[in-house]
């Protein structure tokens, strides 16, 4: 999870002790989610958090609007690429709108 | 979540896994002794599949209690090994460590070699004598080849006739090799036959040779004597040797004498065609039948074929359960053997696991698959895949996304994609390693 290292360390000690003191029938659910996962599929290529190192563009300042623009625009072939047009189609309208979302506050939360 | 049934879900948690993940099963002996503590998980192997799965486990679920045994203390990547061969890089730009592993993410690395893996008990012993237990186990130990798969290729002719499909000292082997060969000489490679270890590293590896050689010895050849018909990116690759070494590569398929029967050491020879035709090399490079790294089928996790078949959701083997498989081992569908996939095999598997020991649905897994490939410094292409699991659990490529570099594209483009496969090969080893 993307959280500030603050908050995810209050979020997952909590959970922790949610895991120790209750068992099962309490624990609070926390599903991965789908965009989360086709995110880090990302950052393979652009770096963990879309943070790159080397000459591939970061993407981790996006906003989520101009990141789904970016994507549709890649899917359509309008926008120009050398490998992106080859993934961004392999996406639906609805994975490109949560990945953008996903990145767009992964963003305002500074990761 | 969507598209995932209660059934399944069960399904996914395996024999077992779904009482002990959902804490259910406290007082029976099968319980892990940490229930109460942070659940344990063991990763065995330190590459492009374990460390980017011990990392993200740990960005997951920062609570988790995890150990990543690698028997190095380094790890030299196979990809940009080739660019070693060519010059354009140096062993040591390829060598990576496990230092941000350890202090940025809190993984336990143990440098030491697994030795057995007691699955009822839940316990991995280590050459040191030292054991450790886990909730769940994920493997990724690689490959390991075929000796003997071809008469006279065992681990001994490997020193002399090196494969370097493992890189370090091989690879090392194979460069001094070729730059005490002399001018005019004959540069034989042999790629082996599927399924192996990165489809278009041979290709990529005759390409890098040939810029050694165009610079240096510019009158030697390369013959690719191959043990099958084709080989990947074949028609970007040898539009690409005939603009940027004409006459200088030479590819015999299988059907045509390609296939290697016999290699003969003492005299730096391939025998080919049932052994009627020889091929005497200055420097050979025979890279042999492929399998499962061999802890992983001394651990029942392989099959005959000799790789190991999972639930290509989780990665959890179908042999034995609380064992995932991830990287070159696994029987993953439609992807290919590569640090690429590897990469995205453990965080698919990361997030899996998460999701099980808090006993929620792991999520559907999206992978993408990139190969970059250099013919020269700055002449670069690329296959690229998205897949996705189809309605048997297999993981099949996205027909309307993927595919090569065009052909016939502007030579800019070439460039460009010479710069990205070497910022790719930043970003993977930043997204693994660091």
Redesign the interface.
């Known amino acids: 999870m993307f959280f500030s290292s603050k908050l995810s360390k209050a979020v997952f000690s909590g959970l922790a002790g949610t895991l120790a003191l209750a068992g099962a029938t309490t624990i609070q659910a926390q599903e991965i989610s789908r965009a989360q996962v086709i995110a880090t599929t990302c950052y393979t290529c652009h770096g963990t958090y879309g943070v790159s190192p080397g000459s591939i563009p970061s993407i981790n300042d996006i906003s989520a609007e101009r990141m789904e623009s970016i994507l549709q625009g890649y899917r359509s072939g309008q926008r120009v690429s050398t490998v992106m047009g080859r993934h961004a189609s392999g996406y639906t309208d609805e994975e490109v709108k949560e990945v953008a979302q996903y990145f767009g506050n992964v963003q305002k939360r500074g990761k | 979540?969507a598209g995932i049934s209660r059934r399944d879900f069960v399904k996914l948690l395996g024999a077992g896994g779904a009482a002990s993940a959902?804490?259910?099963n406290?007082g029976c002996e099968t319980v892990p002794k940490s229930s109460?503590?942070?659940p344990r998980v063991v990763v065995v192997g330190g590459g492009f599949g374990g460390a980017t799965c011990a990392k993200?486990l740990r960005?997951?679920?920062?609570?988790l209690n995890v150990t990543m045994i690698e028997q190095n203390a380094n790890y030299v990547t196979c990809p940009g090994s080739n660019w070693v061969l060519g010059g354009v890089r140096t062993l040591t730009d390829i060598t990576q460590n496990y230092d941000a592993l350890r202090s940025k993410h809190g993984v336990n690395v143990v440098q030491d070699r697994v030795t057995s893996i007691d699955a009822t008990r839940r316990v991995v012993s280590l050459a040191s004598g030292k054991t450790v237990e886990y909730d769940r186990l994920v493997m990724s130990p690689g490959i390991d080849f075929r000796w003997n798969a071809v008469e006279g290729y065992d681990e001994a002719a490997s020193e002399l006739i090196p494969h370097a499909w493992k890189a370090g000292p091989q690879t090392v082997l194979l460069q001094k090799q070729l730059h005490a060969m002399p001018d005019g000489g004959t540069f034989i490679l042999c790629p082996p036959p599927m399924p192996f270890r990165c489809p278009p590293g041979p290709p990529e590896r005759a390409s890098m040779v040939a810029h050694y050689f165009k610079a240096h010895k510019p009158r030697s050849k390369i013959l690719i004597l191959d043990a099958k018909e084709g080989f990947s990116k074949q028609g970007l690759f040898m539009d690409a040797w005939n603009e940027l070494y004409p006459g200088m590569i030479e590819f015999v398929p299988a059907s045509k004498g390609g296939k290697v029967s016999r290699v003969d050491t003492k005299t730096n020879t391939v025998y080919t065609d049932e052994g009627l035709t020889t091929h005497k090399g200055d420097v050979i490079n025979f890279i042999p039948a492929q399998r499962a790294g061999e802890i992983a089928s001394k651990s029942g996790l392989a099959n005959e074929a000799g790789w190991c078949p999972v639930n290509q959701h989780t990665f959890e083997s179908t042999q034995v359960p609380n064992i995932h498989v991830i990287g070159d081992s696994a029987v993953a569908g439609a992807l290919p053997k590569s640090g690429?996939s590897a990469?995205?095999i453990a965080?698919?598997t990361a997030?899996a696991i998460?999701?099980l020991f808090?006993?929620?649905?792991?999520?559907?897994?999206?992978?993408?698959n990139?190969c970059y490939s250099l013919v020269s410094p700055e002449y670069g292409i690329?296959v690229?895949?998205?897949y996705r699991l189809d309605e048997k659990g297999v993981l099949k490529g996205?027909n309307?996304?993927?595919?090569l570099?065009p052909k016939d594209a502007p030579r800019l483009?070439r460039v460009?994609?010479a710069?990205?496969a070497?910022?790719?090969?930043?970003?993977?080893t930043?997204?693994t390693f660091?």
Request: positive net charge.
């Open positions: 979540m959902l804490g259910l406290a109460k503590a942070a993200y960005i997951y679920d920062p609570t690429h990469n995205n965080k698919m997030a998460v999701s808090r006993g929620v649905k792991p999520p559907l897994p999206s992978h993408v990139t690329s690229a895949a998205v996205i309307e996304a993927g595919g570099s483009q460009q994609e710069n990205y070497q910022g790719w090969y930043k970003g993977i930043q997204d660091g």
